[in-house]
């Protein structure tokens, strides 16, 4: 679960998608050119293990699974926060957040 302001952040496939509407990824939306070679162009978006060090939760203090994220995928869904900058999404004062 990622805000709208931390969703440019979080990196991109290098194949495209075969779902064309709302991809990111394809040469109508103007994501990818014609003939381009993604392995070569889109080195800051790439993985490296190398180089990315894995944060922990602030809250469980388990390892996260995303380059970037400060909150586990599970404890950003029961709090319903942003995995990235912790922005409260909604309100969970009616609902029974559990992973369970």
């Not at 969703?7 to 381009?36: H, L, M």
């Not at 190398?50 to 699974?65: D, L, M, P, S």
């Amino acid at each position: 679960m990622v805000c709208d302001n931390c969703q440019k952040k979080v990196g991109k496939v290098i194949t495209p998608d075969p779902w064309k509407t709302g991809a990111r990824n394809t040469t109508e939306s103007g994501g990818r050119k014609v003939n381009e070679n993604k392995a070569l162009t889109a080195s800051k978006n790439r993985f490296n293990p190398y180089t990315a060090k894995f944060e922990t939760c602030r809250i469980c203090k388990q390892k996260v699974h995303q380059v970037g994220s400060h909150y586990c995928q599970a404890c950003a869904y029961k709090k319903s926060i942003c995995a990235m900058c912790g922005k409260k999404m909604m309100s969970t004062k009616n609902y029974r957040q559990s992973s369970a």
